[in-house]
């Protein structure tokens, strides 16, 4: 099989990884990719916003499977043109990635669907939001409606903060606060049978501590020991399976990657968010670990044939990936800075890198081309021993400006 990975971060470098590690897959190819997905993919130009000339590529590359990466190629509505042209594609319509394009119509499929969520209010003008803010009360969680990278959230006890966010929304989501520690899980469909996949736990704040501004996230880990017993299977009995069940009765079925962002509360798990696609940094530590063939399982989601996969499999151990990032990040994230160090640190037993937001400069060096620059993934006996591998790979890597969090599954 010649699959094809539409994006050009972490996860797609991930991604097209874990697709070469399977035996079924006889090609990998990325578009646009960064220069880290050419250890394991050959690399094409194309507009990943543009549907038809992603399909085209496709096309010409005669690919067997299509996987679209990012979110908002989702719902520029890539899988349907690459659908439209009769090739398998894993990852949603248009119409179904409006879980993650828009947070009031998740709110809706939520409450339709019976699943537990933060109460919220939908705001677009100042007296709405200010209304809402009384009314649901501090710390105070405005989300903006649209897509914003994972970066469209601001939990504060300040007022005014919650007010200016907001105002520099079109239209936004106020919602109770919801207590606890916050758990990611994922899920392969094809909009019928829902198949999850193990609970990680990213960082989403820039410093150590949980302190300092929301990012796309810092670092991330799986399994999870402090995880209640039969969390994946409430969830999926309780969010993942009604969820799906729902978009499929709307006539918008769900095929491809459901992400449930969750707290674990006192009152039990509430759903945060809803994402249509794999999310980034969780996505590194949770392949790293899976022993399935990821094409196989991919495959048989976008073509309807998840029932007769048997469950995922998964190597012994953790996981655990921290990010490295740009002097700036994430407000004004500087670029050209040369990356040194990668090969010393991927020669370290257990230990990947996977790039995000890399280049090359016209000399052919690495260079620093976004805000999260690398993940350093690593694979131990348990979470002390991969934290510690991800940590010594960490040093090994240089950047001018480079900044990570000292405490990525520390509390593990």
Sequence with gaps: MRTLVIGAGGREHALAMALARDPSVTEVHVAPGNPGTEQVATRHQVDALDPEAVA????????????????????????????????????????????????????????????????????????????????????????????????GVVVTGDRDEALAHAAACEQVL???????????????????????????????????GDAGPNTGGMGAYTPLPWAPPGLVEEVLATVLQPTVDEMARRG????????????????????????????????????????????????????????????VAWHDGAAVAVVLAAAGYPDTPRTGDVVEG????????????????????????????????????????????????AYAGVGAVRFAGSRFRTDIAAGA
Excluded at 187 to 204: E, H, I, N, Y
């Design 342 to 389: 990668l090969a010393e640190a991927a020669a370290m037993d257990g230990v990947e890198v996977v790039h995000a937001g890399t280049a090359y400069d016209d000399a052919g060096r690495v260079v620093t081309a976004g805000g999260r620059v690398l993940a350093v993934t690593a694979v131990g006996a348990d979470v002390a021993d991969a934290r510690a591998k």
């Design 252 to 311: 918008t079925p769900f095929q491809g990657l459901l992400y449930a962002g969750l707290a674990l509360t006192g009152r039990g798990v509430r759903v945060i968010e809803f994402n249509a696609r794999f999310g980034d940094p969780e996505t590194q530590p949770l392949l790293a670990l899976l022993a399935s063939p990821l094409g196989v399982l991919l495959s048989a989601a976008a073509e309807g044939r998840l029932h007769e996969l048997g469950p």
């Design 56 to 151: 085209a590529l496709a096309e010409t590359l005669a690919a067997g499977l299509v996987v679209v990466g990012p979110e908002a190629p989702l719902v520029a509505g890539v899988a349907d043109a690459v659908r439209a042209r009769g090739i398998a594609c894993f990852g949603p319509s248009a119409r179904a990635a409006r879980l993650e394009g828009s947070k009031a119509f998740a709110k809706e499929v939520m409450a339709a669907a019976g699943v537990p969520t933060a109460a919220a209010r939908v705001c677009r003008t100042p007296e709405e939001t200010s209304a809402a803010l009384d009314e649901l009360g501090s710390p105070y969680v405005v989300k903006d409606d649209g897509l914003a990278a994972g970066k």
């Design 174 to 208: 106020v919602e109770e606060y919801l207590d606890g520690p916050e758990v990611s899980i994922f899920a392969v469909t094809d909009g019928s049978t829902v198949v999850p996949l193990r609970p990680a736990q990213d960082f989403k704040r820039a410093l150590d």
